[in-house]
């Protein structure tokens, strides 16, 4: 699992848009989102890269989390 920090994630249609731009990157990926935190965690078998650049492309620019 690797976590991500979406600072524009803040509610529950945000969520619903970033698991859907991941999904379109590995349809089997499982996102667990903390919308307190502004963060997701995501288990995929596509790269952190990938990942990026479709939260990227859906309008949320994140980082992996340290």
């Not at 731009?21 to 989102?33: F, N, P």
């Not at 903390?34 to 990942?51: P, R, Y």
């Amino acid at each position: 699992m690797t976590m991500f920090n979406v600072p524009d994630m803040t509610c529950g249609h945000c969520e619903a848009t970033v698991t859907k731009a991941i999904q379109g990157v590995d349809q089997s990926a499982t996102v667990k989102a903390d919308l307190a935190a502004n963060k997701i965690e995501v288990a995929s078998t596509a790269g952190s890269e990938a990942i990026l650049a479709a939260l990227d492309e859906a309008g949320y620019p994140s980082s992996v989390a340290a």
